[in-house]
């Protein structure tokens, strides 16, 4: 009995072990102490410092802001470090064994950590706060004296100290570091600068260009003997490479670099390599881990450093969210809204708000949400299954019933048709095709090819669909109309402008758009569909087209008539004003339409007749998107600042809000897992090289999935 507990105590006590010991990843900006024993670097978010040679580290701050980039002082004592705790990011000191660290830089700008000075009394960082580029700046650690040291027409960044205090050796220009395989007068270079500092007096000399590499050099660092290693992209990928820092004071730069040796051959990228004092090691980031490599000779070593922490927060929250709605939609009768809160669909009663009724509970995203004529469904779009495909829930019951089925194109925009017997919706990266799918039958249509189509609309009887489409030559978006079941679409708007944000009012007898056409100034635009009556002649009719005749049962619609005869003439402008139109909604009896501008520095709210006329001021003050009128006319509802749903009443002008309270449990894991396969998933379908540059996409998501 003893001995079976004996062992099942020790297999215990290495199961625990084993967790305990699971090595750190995700470690960034490692810098050596002065003596070349210990290792600080972030990781968490904050401040942590290890053994050089890899082992147990040690937590330094435990604040819930960022913390990043640590600097020991030359005298080991303590680590300078940035952070923003403040809300951006500033210099910050702390004792080297850790204790209360001490704000060092006050302005509103972020002030980018570089190096200490020598003889400790100085730091070096890059900031834009008093320029329209980040240049150079010193910083006394004692008293807080900030002096600029350089007044250049680009970016400079990623200063640091030769170990003389005769240079300040740092990096002019330059994309941004993620960018591989850039080259172009944008690179990246690395210059020195040459500085005298004799108690309070400071000067600089000329800049020194010390590479000449058409590609990006970054992170310089600069040795005891006069070596320059920096990081580089000349054989393809980020590593770390060395040259003589060439020339002297008084010398001039000369006409080119020396020839550079690489010293590391690592296959991705080599990040935020800091140099040991006495010039021997340099410690950088690495496939999600910290590395050590000699200067002189020898392989480099990957760090296996522990650093054992408890979660910041829980894995699975439990939130009661009353904003952060990211859209919504009024059901047909207006007695209640549906709306998606963390990627989950909701519905409130308008009048009550309150707690509200869950309908979708998935780790994946729903989003694209479209009320069927009934008021009884939702069509959707979800990511549930692996690819972004069209769904349909009853509101009721929750039951869940999927529509379409295309592992190879993802689906987007969902919406009813007027009759409730279809869900329309488009296919494919790029707009493919626009499609749409019996609910009934699970019949699927192409109504119209691609590419390019964009956003579309059912006619008010469900005998047309109004859709845009993008002419790949030379970005125009025009407008066009094709019968509901396919037929030859015709151009309505024939301008070569964007034409889109398509609304037919209720009446079906115009079409409502906005367009750049005007000196590319966004306003709204109203298209007859049918000519004035004095106008039509002999020929009236001929140029109607008939849309096929519909399934027998389907419900019964107005017909909407459309007179194709020059039809893109009839066109008129219908706001003029000098700044651009937002989202816009038309009223139910198709009289007036409701639209969003921000004349100056505040957003308002207009309305304008349909016919014409004079504009009139609803609202000011007022954050709103994705307009909607109420069945009856008073109300419209709109997205405001945060999330929240509000309502402008009619014709009063009143505000008010639908309060809602939406419940959910969300596993952190999960959703980060999820918001990484959208965004490796959308890569894939919109990249512009369907080969993507040659990389193996899928085994970068296995590399860099969470």
């Known amino acids: 009995m003893r001995k079976a507990f004996v062992a099942i105590f020790l297999v215990f006590v290495a199961v625990a ?100 000075s020598p003889d400790g009394r100085w730091i070096v960082f890059s900031s834009n706060r008093d320029h329209r580029f980040a240049q150079i700046y010193l910083l006394e650690v004692e008293t807080g004296y900030v002096r600029r040291l350089t007044s250049d027409e680009t970016n400079l960044h990623s200063p640091t100290f030769s170990p003389d205090g005769r240079y300040i050796v740092f990096c002019r220009g330059g994309t941004s570091w993620w960018r591989k395989g850039y080259r172009g007068s944008a690179n990246s270079e690395i210059w020195r600068l040459p500085i005298t500092i004799e108690g309070d007096r400071i000067a600089t000399g000329k800049p020194e260009r010390l590479t000449y590499y058409e590609g990006n050099d970054w992170f310089p660092m600069v040795s005891p003997d006069g070596t320059l290693y920096f990081v580089s992209d000349r054989t393809g990928v980020f590593n770390i490479w060395r040259m003589p820092l060439i020339g002297t004071r008084g010398e001039g730069r000369g006409t080119g670099e020396s020839k550079a040796e690489q010293v590391t051959n690592h296959g991705d990228r080599v990040l935020y390599p800091n140099l040991s004092r006495d010039g021997k090691f340099i410690v950088y980031e690495y496939d999600f881990s910290l590395w050590v490599v000699p200067t002189k000779g020898g392989e480099p070593k990957r760090l296996t450093i522990f650093a054992p922490s408890d979660e910041p927060q829980n894995r699975l929250q439990r939130l009661a969210l009353t904003s952060q709605a990211t859209e919504f939609a009024l059901s047909p009768d207006g007695k209640q809204i549906a709306f998606v809160v963390r990627g989950e669909i909701f519905v409130v009663n308008v009048e009550k708000g309150g707690e509200a009724k869950r309908i979708t509970d998935h780790p994946y995203r729903d989003f694209d949400i479209d009320w069927s004529p009934d008021g009884k469904k939702l069509a959707f779009v979800s990511e549930r299954d692996g690819n972004r495909e069209v769904y349909i829930v009853d ?61 579309f609309a059912w006619s008010p009887d469900g005998r047309w669909i109004c859709f845009n489409r993008r002419d790949p030559a030379n970005n125009v978006a025009d407008l066009y109309i094709v019968p509901w079941n396919g037929g030859e679409p015709v151009n309505v708007t024939r301008m070569p402008y964007w034409n889109g944000s398509i609304v037919w009012t209720k009446d079906g007898k115009n079409i409502v758009f906005r367009s750049n056409r ?47 005869t020059d039809i893109h003439k009839r066109i008129r402008r219908l706001t003029a004003t000098v700044f651009n139109e937002g989202s816009f909604a038309v009223s139910p009896d198709s009289k007036t339409v409701v639209f969003v501008a921000t004349p100056v520095d505040q957003p308002e709210i207009w309305s304008v007749p349909l016919e014409g006329g004079s504009l009139t001021r609803l609202a000011s ?59 490796w998933r959308l890569l894939k379908e919109q990249f512009y090289d369907e080969k993507m540059h040659g990389v193996d996409w899928d085994a970068m998501r296995e590399k860099y999935r969470p």
């Open 621 to 679: 003050g007022v954050s709103a998107s994705q307009l909607q009128f109420s069945p009856d006319g008073n109300r419209i509802y709109f997205l405001s600042t945060g999330g929240t749903i509000r309502y402008l009443t009619r014709p009063a002008g009143s505000l008010g809000s639908v309060n809602f309270t939406a419940r959910l449990t969300v596993d952190r894991v999960v959703e980060l897992q999820h918001m990484f396969d959208e965004g």
């Open 518 to 564: 005007t000196d590319y100034n966004v306003d709204i635009y109203v298209l007859p569909l049918e000519r004035p009556k004095e106008k039509l002649d002999e020929e009236e009719g001929e140029s109607e087209k008939k849309p096929q005749e519909r399934k027998e049962g389907e419900k019964k619609l107005p017909e909407v008539k459309i007179d194709f």
């Open 395 to 455: 509101i009721r019951t929750r039951e869940l019933k999927r529509l379409t089925n295309t592992p190879d194109a993802a689906e987007s925009n969902p919406k009813w048709s007027p009759t409730g017997n279809y869900v329309a919706f488009v296919r494919g990266p790029f707009g493919r095709q626009l499609c749409w799918v019996d609910v009934n039958t699970g019949e699927e249509k192409v109504v119209v090819e691609g590419p390019l189509i964009g956003e």
């Open 17 to 116: 072990t084993a967790q305990d010991l699971e090595p750190a990843r995700f470690l960034r900006y490692p810098a050596f102490s002065p003596d070349g024993k210990q290792i600080a670097f972030s990781y968490m978010g904050d401040i942590w410092v290890a053994p050089a040679e890899g082992g147990n580290a040690i937590r330094l701050t435990v604040h819930p802001a960022h913390d990043i980039r640590p600097r020991f002082s030359p005298d080991g004592k303590w680590i300078a470090f940035n952070s923003n705790r403040e809300g951006n990011y500033d210099i910050f000191l702390m004792p080297a064994k850790g204790g209360k660290p001490k704000r060092l830089t006050y302005h509103s700008a972020d002030d980018i950590l570089g190096d200490w």
